[in-house]
């Protein structure tokens, strides 16, 4: 099942968990000073490498714009590889759960996504993949500082492990700047995963672990995992006192946010947004009783701008804004 | 039935059809200058002579002010009797077409609603009060000038023709100020029903005949008749002109506001006015096809803020809107 139609552990709260191991081929300089025809057999080592994982091959030159926008709205793809897309592939499972990015920055990235705070499960998700690659690949890897990345916040265990999480009341009661400069103390960052401002589209974060190189992986994913946990129960312990403190006014809110998502007939994909993050707190909040928090999830994912398009056949902004309200209504 | 539960002639634009005669009992003066002593009396007079109508008597010096302001906003008293009660009361047909008013400027002033534009059936109701009125009471009468009244813009026929009509269309589109002035010309006048300011809320608007002086009653009746005829015809093709304009922009409106309605937890009365105007515009152009526009004209009426400060336990600001959301969503 892709992740992003299922619920996983803490779900009110974490959308995703994901891990990110970044390895690069003995033998060869960084993906940015590859030759052609260097890149060319990265790509054709990694992919033959790969083969008993039974991943979907996508390069990146032959797959459209559209397409690629969608991975990225599915968080499958990095942005570069939007825009740049030479010598760059993906390696997908049909679940969606893991996908390898090559060419980019690093040679391979291999990332695992489990719905829900599930890092273990990515995190040995990660590290089998890891292994099966490892079994045919010679990765650069020094006894001292551990695998060589491009990046140098990447070198040592080459990992990044990252959460998803819908923080609506920390948020709207302005706790996210606590919160932000808390996280930053903890060496991890935090940040809006649609949008680039500190006020994150739909209340929609990414947390990630930013110490790589002195630590080793289960530590810094423990470490990650137990600072979820934490803001998890933070933004629980908000949202009721935001209920109890606003009287009916909260369930004005998010009825509303309910009725007009269930009815218009055009739906900006920043409005669809919002409106969805309103509706995932009414569930959380047992307002809302007969809307599953996955169809929410999903929602998300499949109202982004490429999704849409993907769905038109004339692919004009009202026909978009059209095509989104009537997926959401049928939804 | 009450006239604002159902629906008449042209029932999509004209909500009400209003015709009200002033009478004056000869031998008395005008109410400002009766004694409490004659006022009693002209009350007394007419009690009784309203005996064969059947008519509830609720003297306003005995109606709490609640009470009081729903008939107001039900149409059946006038806006002085909510604060001058003093020898003032209001007789009541069951199905609330017939008021009398007593104690008013004039000694009398009959009544009669029909729902839908439907003059003639309102004059011919006020037409047959009046006749039972004058077995037992003489009016006073000049044969050059016609009936006396206090305020002289009533004088001779004493009738005034009124029609509430829903314009949203006009109103949006902005030729309502064409039409004010146009009207005016016609010697008739239209104002907001439930507000004051040129854009009346909820879109309503009545029109009404000014000159009572020298024309006769039928004719009187007639020329208005037509005049809302027409201002109908120009509503309806302004709506269609608008909806063909807008595109999906306005079928979303109206789709936003029937999903707001149906689900908002608290409901302002301004709020509330706006979008049951929407949802009004909505089925008339097939947009909205299971409400009936009956149910639009009823909620117009008992959402008003007596009405449902009369079914409030705890009457706060809060409690109001949230009852009328309440109400609103049963319907």
Known sequence: MKWYVASGPDGDVVISSRIRLARNIKGYPFANALSDIQSKEVLEKCKKASQPLKLKYLSMETTPATKRQMLLECHLISPEMLNDTKNKAVLLSDDEQTSILLGEEDHIRIQCMK????????FSLADKTDDVLEETLDFSFNPRFGYATCCPTNTGTGLRASCMLHLPAITYTGYIDTLLATVGKLG???????????????????????????????????????????????????????????????????????????????????????????????????????????????????????HIADKCTENTHQNRDKTRANIVRRK
Chains 1, 2 share one sequence.
Request: glycine share 8%.
């Open 188 to 306: 991890m960052t935090v940040r809006g995963v649609y949008g680039e401002g500190t006020k994150a589209k739909g209340n929609m974060y990414q947390i990630s672990n930013q110490i790589t190189l002195g630590i080793d992986e289960q530590d810094s994913v423990k470490r990650l995992h137990e600072l979820v946990k934490m803001v998890a129960e933070k933004e629980r312990n908000m949202q009721e006192t935001m209920e109890k403190e606003s009287g009916n006014k909260l369930a004005d809110t998010i009825w509303r946010s309910y009725g007009i998502l269930k009815n218009a007939r055009m739906l900006t994909s920043e409005e669809a947004y919002k409106l969805l993050s309103d509706m995932r707190l009414g569930v959380n909040l047992g307002i809302l009783t007969n809307v599953p928090i996955e169809l929410i999830n999903e929602l998300i994912i499949i109202t982004g701008p490429a």
């Open 115 to 122: 719905p829900g705070l599930n890092l273990s499960e990515a």
